[in-house]
């Protein structure tokens, strides 16, 4: 059996071939018969064939929705078995007549007709008895003929010479790009369905082949709705007018909420974005309670918080959690309603500018949306550039062109992995571990823990509490963090696994999951709430996970490549941001927005779009808020430096949680921050000060030491939003907030802040100086730091004043933390 290259990219179809006999060709396909072609399910089946030398392509659908099996040619008729029980598709003949290629023979057998009939029915018949019987079984009649004896009809096919062959077939397998999906992959893997989610929401569709759009979405998550919605709202286009174009059945895009969990059916997990928080992302929150009129509650358990709570989920009427995806869900249904059109598994491959301004849509299927006046496109880096390759836009210059492509990789995505562990007895809570955070490093054999205790959705009852403690959240640019999982992804281009104890596999993973948090618990915590006999106590009697919910969002994830984005060049951000306005085609997206990472920013893009180009203006009260773009590196300091690790963790924040002084920042268990908190103020060269969030590349700086000036090369900024330890240094323009580890010129020597503030040092003098300042966990947004004189090693003392304080101004390239190592870290390596 031959397979061709193209089919080496199909994932969910398994073939195996059975033959009798050792026949050494493949007989010689029939003249002139049809294709024959069959639906096939759209679950992982294994594909098979019995005395069959098939050669087996993989495209994409080119009508319609349904997986389908075509067979091109063929030397014998197809017989093609389809078993639901067993999952698997056979393919074989109806007889075994066929032509021997090396044979110039042809006799005819006395039982021939003299008339031709071509047939290609299609008989079904049930079976019954055993489960291995074929419980759907499709026989296809492709062309068979029967001649008479003598029949001049000789010249349409050869007779069967006495050497024996091998049936042949070219088969194609006609599948959407993306068709697998967690949900009903997860019914064909696993054998309990109590731990499969319930279907995605769907929507009525429409099926024109040629739709007539005034407005085109493509892409059904949150930016493209919003715009969609806004524009209808505003009178600005009939919502009849509105087509939405989406590769996958599912509406959302990295918004993905898994539904049906627990014994009520009610728990949820979010396997993509998962909460709004009104500080940073007051366009979101607004969207969600002011204009559409959800309802959302605390993100933390509100019950153990000491302040007003800060971050949010949605909700349903009593409070339990729905899953963030009811934004995009909730948006949808009101562009239907307002009798938008609606066509899922439809892929955008390429669009053609028309001379009069409007744009011709391509998609896989064969679909063509012909002169739509404004385009949407609501997709992330990867699959924009794949439309872009193949489109046909007439730039004015190569220029232009060039300018697009560079604007298009200015940005970057990163690999993010979520574990959630289902537990029929929530142990945690049995510990006082309701809200906070945990970690311990990890790497290709031993699972690494990042979690929090809050972020899982439980629920409780008479008999106790159960549901998912969230054991894993982490990303990074190479996927390192990820490297345990990845081998538990079971479909590359689908993002979710259900991993479960039905299996030896399965249950040996749990296994570990949950020894690693037993040994977190029992033996790693810091400064724990509870005591060693009391965790002890609880898990003797704690079962082990029963099943998991693995999100890898990877390059390899369908519609997305990776889990969200990051700039690399700060100079192509106004580019990259309207790259094709000017044609009409309006890209919406968080990828290339000015909050990466949240889908506010594929928000405040759209409100961008909508006032500039539609002349509909933000529905807010508030000022649309003003982010500082940040580049992010794809090497292992990313504003940090590798301190080796160790097996500390960040412990349990507010709330009672397993708290520690190990560890911190907001990336992995060994990233460390060197870093201060946003309303740090720097002094220019000029005396003033300005907050470090507010400072530019290229201003000019007093970095403390006389007669020198220094320029800002770079500016720093570190997303964290959590719990961290960082120390609190008391000075004459308050208090300055940084990482312990930060090198400060302190007593004319340079040393960390930790340092700075335990032990105290004589001057030249003779006179005793202490830093006056203390550590503490405090919740953290974003750090910053400058790069100072980074184009001129050594030309100046690398520095800047921060609060009054000399701080190290080494950024984090390399080059210059080598030259002048002033972290331990650093002088380590050195």
Same mark, same amino acid.
């Given at each position: 059996?031959?397979?061709?290259?193209?089919? #080496?990219?199909?994932?969910?179809?398994?073939?195996?071939?059975?033959?009798?006999?050792?026949?050494?060709?493949?007989?010689?396909?029939?003249?002139?018969?049809?294709?024959?072609?069959?639906?096939?399910?759209?679950?992982?089946?294994?594909?098979?064939?019995?005395?069959?030398?098939?050669?087996?392509?993989?495209?994409?659908?080119?009508?319609?929705?349904?997986?389908?099996?075509?067979?091109?040619?063929?030397?014998?008729?197809?017989?093609? &078995?389809?078993?639901?029980?067993?999952?698997?598709?056979?393919?074989?003949?109806?007889?075994?007549?066929?032509?021997?290629?090396?044979?110039?023979?042809?006799?005819?057998?006395?039982?021939?007709?003299?008339?031709?009939?071509? %047939?290609?029915?299609? %008989?079904?018949?049930? =079976?019954?008895?055993?489960?291995?019987?074929?419980?759907?079984?499709?026989?296809?009649?492709?062309?068979?003929?029967?001649?008479?004896?003598?029949?001049?009809?000789?010249?349409?096919?050869?007779? *069967?010479?006495?050497? #024996?062959?091998?049936?042949?077939?070219?088969?194609?397998?006609?599948?959407?790009?993306?068709?697998?999906?967690?949900?009903?992959?997860?019914?064909?893997?696993?054998?309990?369905?109590?731990?499969?989610?319930?279907?995605?929401?769907?929507?009525?569709?429409?099926?024109?082949? +040629?739709?007539?759009?005034?407005?085109?979405?493509? =892409?059904?998550?949150?930016?493209?709705?919003?715009?969609?919605?806004?524009?209808?709202?505003?009178?600005?286009?009939?919502? !009849?007018?509105?087509?939405?174009?989406?590769?996958?059945?599912?509406?959302?895009?990295?918004?993905?909420?898994?539904?049906?969990?627990?014994?009520?059916?009610?728990?949820?997990?979010? %396997?993509?974005?998962?909460?709004?928080?009104?500080?940073?992302?007051?366009?979101?929150?607004?969207?969600?309670?002011?204009?559409?009129?959800?309802?959302?509650?605390?993100?933390?358990?509100?019950?153990?918080?000491?302040?007003?709570?800060?971050?949010?989920?949605?909700?349903?009427?009593?409070?339990?959690?729905?899953?963030?995806?009811?934004?995009?869900?909730?948006?949808?249904?009101?562009?239907?309603?307002?009798?938008?059109?609606?066509?899922?598994?439809?892929?955008?491959?390429?669009?053609?500018?028309?001379?009069?301004?409007?744009?011709?849509?391509?998609?896989? +299927?064969?679909?063509?949306?012909?002169?739509?006046?404004?385009?949407?496109?609501?997709?992330?880096?990867?699959?924009?550039?794949?439309?872009?390759? !193949?489109?046909?836009?007439?730039?004015?210059?190569?220029?232009?062109?060039?300018?697009?492509?560079?604007?298009?990789?200015?940005?970057?995505?990163?690999?993010?992995?979520?574990?959630?562990?289902?537990?029929?007895?929530?142990?945690?809570?049995?510990?006082?571990?309701?809200?906070?955070?945990?970690?311990?490093?990890?790497?290709?054999?031993?699972?690494?823990?990042? @979690?929090?205790?809050?972020?899982?959705?439980?629920?409780?009852?008479?008999?106790?509490?159960?549901?998912?403690?969230? *054991?894993?959240?982490?990303?990074?640019?190479?996927?390192? $963090?990820?490297?345990?999982?990845?081998?538990?992804?079971?479909?590359?281009?689908?993002?979710?696994?259900?991993?479960?104890?039905?299996?030896?596999?399965?249950?040996?993973?749990?296994?570990?999951?949950?020894?690693?948090?037993?040994?977190?618990?029992?033996?790693?915590?810091?400064?724990?709430?509870?005591?060693?006999?009391?965790?002890?106590?609880?898990?003797?009697?704690?079962?082990?996970?029963?099943?998991?919910?693995?999100?890898?969002?990877?390059?390899?994830?369908?519609?997305?490549?990776?889990?969200?984005?990051?700039?690399?060049?700060?100079?192509?951000?106004?580019?990259?941001?309207?790259?094709?306005?000017?044609?009409?085609?309006?890209?919406?997206?968080?990828?290339?927005?000015?909050?990466? /990472?949240?889908?506010?920013?594929?928000?405040?893009?759209?409100?961008?779009?909508?006032?500039?180009?539609?002349?509909?203006?933000?529905?807010?009260?508030?000022?649309?808020?003003?982010?500082?773009?940040?580049?992010?590196?794809?090497?292992?300091?990313?504003?940090?430096?590798?301190?080796?690790?160790?097996?500390?963790?960040?412990? @349990?924040?507010?709330? @009672?949680?397993?708290?520690?002084?190990?560890?911190?920042?907001?990336?992995?268990?060994?990233?460390?921050?060197?870093?201060?908190?946003?309303?740090?103020?720097?002094?220019?060269?000029?005396?003033?000060?300005? !907050?470090? #969030?507010?400072?530019?590349?290229?201003?000019?700086?007093?970095?403390?030491?006389?007669?020198?000036?220094?320029?800002?090369?770079?500016?720093?900024?570190?997303?964290?939003?959590?719990?961290?330890?960082?120390?609190?240094?008391?000075?004459?323009?308050?208090?300055?907030?940084?990482?312990?580890?930060?090198?400060?010129?302190? +007593?004319?020597?340079?040393?960390?802040?930790?340092?700075?503030?335990?032990? /105290?040092?004589?001057? $030249?003098?003779?006179? #005793?100086?202490?830093?006056?300042?203390?550590?503490?966990?405090?919740?953290?947004?974003?750090?910053?730091?400058?790069?100072?004189?980074?184009?001129?090693?050594? &030309?100046?003392?690398?520095?800047?004043?921060?609060?009054?304080?000399?701080?190290? @101004?080494?950024?984090?390239?390399?080059?210059?933390?080598?030259?002048?190592?002033?972290?331990?870290?650093? !002088?380590?390596?050195?």
């Amino acid at each position: 059996m031959k397979f061709s290259s193209l089919f #080496s990219v199909l994932p969910t179809l398994v073939l195996t071939m059975f033959q009798n006999g050792n026949a050494s060709q493949s007989c010689s396909f029939m003249s002139g018969a049809p294709v024959v072609e069959q639906d096939i399910p759209a679950f992982k089946h294994n594909l098979k064939f019995l005395n069959v030398d098939a050669t087996v392509y993989r495209h994409v659908l080119s009508s319609g929705n349904q997986p389908k099996i075509k067979v091109l040619r063929y030397s014998s008729s197809p017989l093609i &078995s389809i078993d639901t029980n067993s999952k698997e598709i056979l393919v074989s003949t109806v007889d075994s007549d066929c032509i021997d290629p090396s044979s110039t023979t042809r006799n005819y057998a006395s039982n021939k007709l003299n008339t031709i009939t071509t %047939a290609a029915a299609m %008989a079904l018949t049930f =079976g019954h008895g055993s489960s291995s019987a074929l419980s759907a079984c499709a026989v296809l009649l492709g062309t068979t003929f029967f001649f008479n004896k003598g029949s001049s009809s000789s010249n349409l096919f050869a007779e *069967a010479a006495e050497t #024996s062959c091998t049936p042949a077939m070219e088969i194609v397998i006609e599948a959407p790009p993306y068709y697998l999906g967690s949900v009903t992959e997860c019914l064909a893997e696993v054998e309990n369905p109590d731990h499969c989610p319930t279907e995605f929401p769907t929507f009525p569709t429409c099926t024109d082949h +040629n739709p007539s759009c005034q407005l085109a979405v493509v =892409g059904a998550g949150t930016g493209g709705l919003y715009t969609a919605l806004r524009l209808v709202d505003e009178n600005k286009v009939d919502g !009849k007018d509105v087509c939405i174009f989406e590769a996958t059945e599912r509406v959302g895009g990295r918004l993905y909420s898994l539904r049906g969990f627990g014994p009520s059916n009610k728990i949820t997990v979010d %396997a993509g974005g998962y909460r709004t928080w009104p500080e940073y992302t007051p366009t979101t929150h607004a969207l969600i309670e002011d204009y559409l009129g959800m309802k959302t509650g605390c993100y933390e358990d509100e019950s153990f918080l000491e302040e007003p709570c800060r971050r949010f989920n949605i909700v349903d009427d009593d409070g339990s959690k729905i899953g963030f995806a009811s934004l995009p869900e909730e948006m949808m249904s009101r562009l239907i309603n307002a009798g938008a059109c609606f066509f899922s598994r439809h892929e955008l491959t390429s669009l053609e500018h028309n001379d009069d301004g409007s744009n011709t849509l391509f998609f896989a +299927n064969g679909v063509v949306a012909l002169d739509v006046p404004q385009v949407i496109l609501n997709v992330p880096q990867r699959p924009l550039l794949k439309i872009i390759r !193949k489109s046909n836009i007439p730039f004015d210059n190569t220029n232009e062109e060039r300018e697009l492509y560079n604007a298009a990789h200015s940005v970057q995505t990163e690999i993010v992995t979520k574990l959630y562990l289902y537990y029929d007895d929530a142990w945690w809570h049995k510990l006082g571990l309701f809200n906070g955070d945990f970690e311990i490093p990890g790497d290709a054999q031993n699972m690494l823990l990042q @979690g929090r205790y809050h972020d899982g959705h439980t629920e409780c009852d008479g008999n106790g509490c159960h549901g998912f403690l969230l *054991a894993v959240y982490t990303h990074d640019f190479g996927g390192n $963090k990820a490297q345990f999982f990845r081998r538990y992804q079971r479909d590359r281009p689908e993002p979710v696994t259900i991993i479960s104890n039905t299996d030896t596999e399965g249950a040996s993973f749990l296994k570990h999951a949950h020894d690693r948090l037993k040994q977190y618990h029992l033996y790693d915590v810091v400064n724990a709430s509870y005591t060693g006999f009391q965790a002890q106590q609880v898990f003797n009697t704690a079962d082990e996970p029963s099943f998991a919910v693995l999100a890898t969002w990877n390059i390899g994830t369908f519609g997305a490549g990776g889990g969200w984005h990051h700039w690399t060049d700060l100079d192509q951000v106004e580019k990259a941001t309207k790259p094709l306005n000017d044609y009409n085609i309006h890209v919406v997206n968080e990828a290339f927005s000015k909050l990466q /990472g949240w889908a506010e920013g594929t928000l405040l893009l759209a409100d961008e779009v909508l006032e500039d180009y539609f002349s509909v203006t933000r529905p807010w009260d508030f000022d649309a808020p003003d982010f500082v773009q940040r580049v992010a590196q794809t090497s292992s300091q990313e504003c940090t430096e590798e301190t080796g690790g160790g097996s500390g963790g960040t412990g @349990g924040g507010s709330g @009672g949680g397993g708290g520690g002084s190990g560890g911190g920042g907001g990336g992995g268990g060994d990233d460390d921050i060197l870093c201060f908190t946003h309303d740090a103020m720097v002094e220019m060269i000029d005396g003033s000060f300005k !907050k470090i #969030s507010d400072v530019k590349k290229g201003d000019m700086v007093h970095t403390g030491f006389p007669g020198e000036r220094g320029l800002v090369t770079d500016v720093l900024v570190h997303e964290v939003f959590k719990e961290v330890e960082v120390g609190i240094l008391s000075t004459p323009f308050g208090d300055l907030v940084g990482t312990l580890d930060h090198p400060i010129y302190f +007593n004319d020597q340079w040393m960390e802040i930790i340092d700075a503030m335990k032990h /105290g040092f004589e001057n $030249k003098g003779g006179k #005793s100086m202490k830093l006056e300042g203390r550590v503490a966990t405090k919740e953290v947004d974003m750090f910053y730091n400058l790069e100072v004189d980074g184009n001129a090693p050594g &030309s100046s003392s690398h520095s800047y004043v921060v609060n009054g304080i000399i701080a190290s @101004g080494l950024g984090d390239g390399a080059h210059l933390n080598s030259m002048f190592a002033r972290q331990r870290a650093w !002088k380590s390596v050195n």
